[in-house]
Nanobody
């Protein structure tokens, strides 16, 4: 079983910055994809920024140039630096990860979500 624990959400002014962290724990053999999604009230969950299986990054057009995703592989942790925050960026931000975990003598696929962290941006 893999658990994702997010931190770093909170309240920020428009134009300000926040940094989110997500740490994965468990008997993890490898993490292939890891990143951030968000869901605003009455809206669908959407991709914000992710590391793909090939190691590249994908960003939503709405955050390009303002948000930066980074990771510490040794800590199984991914970060999201959010600068120049906008009020429309207020949402619950979720960490997502997928990869392989160890179970007995086997490696099995996993995909999981964190519990979410609230980001509020006021003007």
């Amino acid at each position: 079983q893999v658990q994702l624990v997010e931190s770093g959400g909170g309240l920020a002014q428009a134009g300000g910055s926040l940094r989110l962290s997500c740490a994965a724990s468990g008997i993890i053999f490898s993490i292939n994809t890891m990143g951030w999604y968000r869901q605003a009230p009455e809206k669908q969950r959407e991709l914000v920024a992710v590391f793909t299986k090939g190691g590249s990054t994908n960003y939503a057009d709405s955050v390009k140039g303002r948000f930066t995703i980074s990771r510490d592989n040794a800590k199984n942790t991914v970060y999201l630096q959010m600068n120049s925050l906008k009020t429309e960026g207020a949402a619950v931000y979720y960490c997502q990860a997928g990869g392989l975990l160890g179970r007995g003598s086997r490696l099995i696929d996993f995909a999981c979500w964190g519990q979410g962290t609230q980001v509020t941006v006021h003007s």
